[in-house]
């Protein structure tokens, strides 16, 4: 390796129109073609197709059951039941990804809540695919990185069983924010020299902006139906926070704002269009309702969009991330202790509410005092942004250290 360009893989739910995932895949691609420019990359990801297209990255699917719709040649696969299927996807997964492992030198899983049960996940799914991943990397000898990932303490048992392990096994790991990193040693994933440093976001620029008075409210919205634990109200929870968010954008426009619906995942838009026709047919001022949805895919997009508002009411995780990340006064509606640690990492952790007491006339009152206090709260933002480009910088040069590095002893 000292001598050969190192090859590396990138591993995980990139590419499956997840904003944030795919951000954190870009702060990673941009430290390597810093780093080490040599590098040969690509990818073992949910949306290989769109890997491809956007980063140029050969990439392959992640799970084989996700793969291209094909008739099964197996009669056994045709008429066989759910089970079977998944079963028959397992064992192929469990050769398929340590093939694709034996052929990296560094196998980089990149942020991402890859150690957490925030969102409904099945075991078979990524938290197999990870510890067969990981223990496919030991058993080659290819160091697999878990650089700031989200962890929670899992409740599932077998979930959380794969996911400790597949952390435990790997050569090196960070972790985005104290509270993954006390969830984790609680779980036995993290180790006693592993440390905490921001999201890989804060590593992106920021495009160019000039400041201007615009009057618009991003409105960051989400396809939220609960834990995993309450599939059987997944629909009912998903209804009771839609009926809140457009309650919140139809007082927004009555008191003169322009309001931009975000999304952070392709999951959510279904829930923006639902509230952008909601706003549209309570409208009765003049012309048009002042709110807009424009799709996006990409973090630059989203960026570009958040540009074009002065506060922020947020929900998916990433969304209020990149808004902080522009210096955006923002509140957060958090469906996780991620978005708390959040919120307190850049100064502003009073801003929130839980989601499951979401209160739309507390977020009114809360979205007035951005404004009110729009000046202090900006300038807060700006310092501590600079402070987390500086503890990245560190981890970079850690990570270099940890899996570039010609001298075993520097290896941890």
């Not at 829930?271 to 012309?287: C, F, K, Q, Y």
Request: hydrophobic share 40%.
């Amino acid at each position: 390796m000292a001598d050969d360009p190192p090859r590396v893989g990138l591993f995980g739910r990139l590419g499956s129109g997840n904003i944030g995932n795919d951000a954190t895949l870009e702060a990673v691609l941009a430290y390597l073609k810093a780093e080490r420019p040599d590098a040969v990359l690509d990818s073992l990801c949910s949306g290989p197709e769109r890997v491809t297209e956007r980063y140029g990255l050969p990439a392959a699917q992640l799970n084989w059951l996700h793969g291209p719709r094909r008739p099964p040649r197996s009669r056994l696969l045709r008429v066989g039941t759910a089970a079977t299927r998944i079963g028959v996807g397992v064992l192929v997964d469990s050769w398929r990804i340590p093939a694709w492992v034996r052929r990296h030198d560094v196998v980089i899983v990149p942020g991402m809540g890859v150690l957490e049960s925030s969102l409904p996940q099945r075991p078979w799914e990524l938290p197999y695919s990870q510890f067969v991943m990981s223990l496919a990397g030991k058993v080659f000898g290819t160091k697999v990185a878990f650089v700031g990932s989200g962890a929670t303490v899992v409740r599932q048992r077998l979930t959380g069983w794969l996911l400790a392990k597949s952390a435990k096994l790997a050569s090196y790991r960070s972790f985005r924010d104290q509270v993954s990193l006390d969830a984790a040693r609680q779980m036995g994933m993290a180790g006693p020299d592993d440390q905490v440093y921001p999201d890989l976001v804060f590593a992106l620029p920021s495009p160019p902006s000039t400041p201007r008075a615009t009057g618009a409210v991003g409105v960051g919205v989400m396809a939220y139906s609960g834990a995993p634990e309450e599939r059987a109200r997944a629909e009912e929870i998903q209804a009771e926070y839609t009926n809140k968010m457009s309650q919140f954008v139809r007082r927004l426009l009555t008191d003169g704002y322009r309001v931009r619906l975000l999304i952070g995942d392709e999951d959510d838009e279904p829930v923006a269009l639902e509230i952008l026709a909601d706003a549209r047919a309570h409208w009765s001022g003049p012309g048009e309702a002042p709110v807009v949805y424009e799709s996006f895919s990409s973090v630059q997009e989203l960026m570009e969009q958040l540009g074009t508002v002065e506060s922020v009411i947020g929900t998916r995780y990433h969304t209020v991330q990149v808004s902080l990340r522009l210096g955006k006064p923002t509140v957060a509606i958090c469906y996780g202790q991620k978005h708390v640690a959040l919120m307190e990492l850049m100064g502003v952790g009073d801003r929130i509410q839980q989601i499951r007491e979401l209160d739309v006339e507390l977020l009114e009152r809360q979205h007035g005092a951005l404004w009110t206090d729009r000046d202090e709260i900006t300038r807060t933002l700006a310092e501590r942004n600079q402070l987390n480009r500086e503890r990245l910088e560190v981890q970079f040069a850690e990570l270099t250290a940890v899996l570039f590095a010609s001298d075993p002893a520097r290896i941890r």
